[in-house]
Structures are given as C-alpha cells and as structure tokens.
C-alpha cells in the first residue's frame, strides 16, 4: 500500500509539476497586487483624481445611476460597488458600447457622480492582469480554468497523501542532509517545505478546485447541452438594454434588505448582469470589522422584475460550510491580517514550484541510480558469462 502510494504521489508530482510552479508564482506575485498597482500607476493618472474623500456626501443609488447613464450614453449600468476603490471612489460595472453583453468597471466620484476620466485599463497594470489570467487560466480560456482546477486538486491529493507518506515527519523535519548525496538533500528538503505548507496548500487546494471546477459543468452543456438552444424569452432577455424593471427604486430595495436583513452594510449592488437575466443581488456585511469574513458575507435577492425578495443569506445563520465559503477568499488572497500575513502568504504561494523542483529533482535522480544500478548488473552478468565461457 506504503509503495503504491508513493508510486501515485510521485506520477501526481511529476504531472501537475509544471502547473504548480506556474500558479505559485504567479499567485505570490498577486498577493501584493494592490500595492503593486499603485506603483505602477502612473503619475499623471493620479493628479486627475480629485474627489470628496467624505463618504457622507455620497449620492443615492438611483441618482448615481441616472448620472452615470447621461455620461454613458448607450451603456448600461449593471452593478455598483462602495469599496472597491474606496477614498470617496465608487466602482460601476457598465456594459461595453460595442457588446452589451460584456461589461467593465470603471471609477464614479461618490459625491457628485461624476465618471472619471481614466480609463479603466489605466487602473490596472496589462502585466498583472497577465498574471492573474496565466494564475486562474493558465491563458487557456475557460478550459484553463477547469485544468487550474484539476491542478488545485491534485495539490490537495498530493498534500494528504504526503502526510501519510512522511506521517514520522516530527522525528527529522528540520534535518537537511547537505553532506549526504543529492538524493537525499532533495528529499529533505522536499518533505520540510511540503510539512511545513501542508495547510497552506490544502486551503489554497481546496478553494482553487472549489472556484474553478464548476466552470466544467458549463462548458460541456454549453457545448452538448440544451443550454446551447436559446429561447425566444432569453433572447429577449439578452436584447433588452435593461435587465430590470426601470420602476423599481434601487433605494428602495437597499432599506427593504435593511429591514429583511438588520445591521447589512450593502457594498456590492448586482442589478442583472448580462447575458442572462439574473435576479438583483446586494451583498454585504453583517459582522464589520471581522476581515476574515471579508466585506461580502451576506447576500440577498429580489426579483428583478417585481423587487419582491427571492433568497436572503446572513452570514450570522449559515452552516458551518457557508461561513467557511465565505472565509475562502480571504484565506486564498491573504488579505485577513494586514502586511504580515500578505508576507507569509506571499513566502507560502512559493511552496508549490519548490516541491515540483524538489520532486522531479528525487525522480532524476532515483531514475539515474536505478540505471547506473542495472547496467552494473548487466556488466556483472557479462563478466561472469565470458568467465564461464572461458573456462569450458
């Protein structure tokens, strides 16, 4: 049983190696994103930024709607964000004037509703948004991100079976054994970084897989499924500039989900994002102040043809799963405890690229002792061979 596993912990290493190394690298990197934008913002864009900083002076949601609207003419407003960018600067998700049915944020003075002038890919650095798709995707598309999925399972597999692997682990785990062969340095150092991250990466496993194996689901109805013949009320649904009943006061459902749900702060406003007509989402927080929940853990519906409330999800009430769904982000971005966490999180993400080095580095190794053993045993059989030759 000890060998098989091994055999199938090494043939996981060796597959999902190069992937691993890929995602955490890339994924350290992303830990210090927002930092990252910022220096890489460039000066100029910064002295065009002159808002209110008081987030008391902010407009309503129906007002900041209509504003927005008479600026975007022939764009749609699609969600609306308090936070995203903060310091008096909301975040609106408006659809693209060439396809309504793509859309991207861009920044809205809170206090006078005015958009600004930057663009929106002024705000964010072409190479990190590389980063991020190589990190989720691979650059594969969606196809990448279920294989970034099967990869963020194998590392949980690969984390588990090592536990039993090395299950004496406490005896030698700081132990490196420089003056012994290179074998043994590998494995040392192979079985130290792999114990010593092993919780690390089975939460970063487990929310990765989480996040982007669904996406699996999809493509294959999307391809073979019914979800591939459209009906003639989607279609409709798709065309319509508005995803949403125009009656309806965005005000108003944000102090009926105040009553519904006490003490919500919405952060995130979802009216009906494209291409289908999805309900009206506000999602929030009822514990402020706890980052390790993050800024949206709670979560309410309404129809987004009459308002009325559909589904309402408080965070204070959830199962033991849907306050650790909801502490998943947190837990995968690092972005609970401050600098110190974003350091650790950012020395951890490397764990993954040294464990495929180490692992292939043991398989190269092991493979060369193993071929320098038999061709000494086939040398051997010859010699005695042409000595028995000889002899008769």
Request: hydrophobic share 45%.
């Amino acid at each position: 049983m000890r060998k098989r596993l091994w055999m199938l912990h090494s043939w996981m290493g060796l597959v999902s190696g190069l992937g691993l190394l890929l995602i955490g690298l890339t994924g350290s990197l992303l830990v210090f994103r927002t930092e990252l934008e910022v220096l890489l913002k460039a000066p100029a864009a910064e002295e065009k930024v002159v808002v209110n900083p008081d987030v008391r002076a902010r407009l309503d949601y129906d007002t900041l709607f209509q504003k927005v609207r008479q600026q975007l003419a022939g764009r749609e407003v699609v969600a609306w964000d308090t936070i995203m960018f903060g310091k008096g600067v909301d975040a609106a998700a408006v659809t693209k004037q060439d396809n309504p049915q793509e859309w991207d944020w861009i920044r809205v003075a809170a206090s006078t509703g005015q958009v600004l002038p930057d663009e929106p890919e002024s705000w964010a650095s072409p190479y990190l948004e590389w980063a991020l798709r190589l990190h989720y995707s691979l650059l594969l598309g969606d196809w990448g991100i279920f294989f970034a999925g099967v990869l963020a399972l194998l590392l949980c597999l690969l984390g588990i079976s090592g536990i039993y692997l090395y299950r004496g682990f406490w005896k030698t785990l700081f132990t490196l054994r420089w003056r012994s062969s290179a074998r043994i340095f590998f494995s040392d150092l192979h079985k130290m970084v792999g114990i010593s991250s092993v919780v690390f990466n089975l939460i970063l496993g487990l929310t990765g897989a989480w996040w982007n194996l669904p996406v699996f689901k999809e493509l294959v109805l999307g391809k073979y499924g019914s979800s591939q013949q459209e009906t003639e009320g989607e279609k409709e649904a798709v065309a319509r500039p508005r995803m949403y009943n125009q009656q309806l006061s965005i005000n108003e459902l944000v102090q009926e989900a105040a009553r519904l749900l006490p003490g919500l702060d919405p952060n995130r406003v979802y009216l009906s994002l494209p291409p289908r007509n999805e309900h009206m989402r506000l999602i929030g927080s009822v514990v402020p102040g706890n980052r390790l929940v993050g800024d949206y853990n709670s979560t309410i519906h309404f129809h987004a043809e009459t308002g009325s409330l559909v589904e309402l999800t408080d965070y204070r009430h959830a199962s033991w799963w849907g306050k650790f769904e909801v502490m998943m982000g947190p837990l995968h971005f690092g972005t609970f405890g401050g600098l110190p966490i974003k350091i650790l999180w950012c020395v951890l993400g490397l764990s993954p690229g040294v464990l495929a080095w180490t692992g292939v580095m043991m398989y190269w190794k092991r493979s060369r002792t193993i071929r320098g053993k038999s061709s000494q045993r086939i040398s051997r059989k010859e010699v005695d061979q042409r000595g028995t030759a000889s002899r008769l």
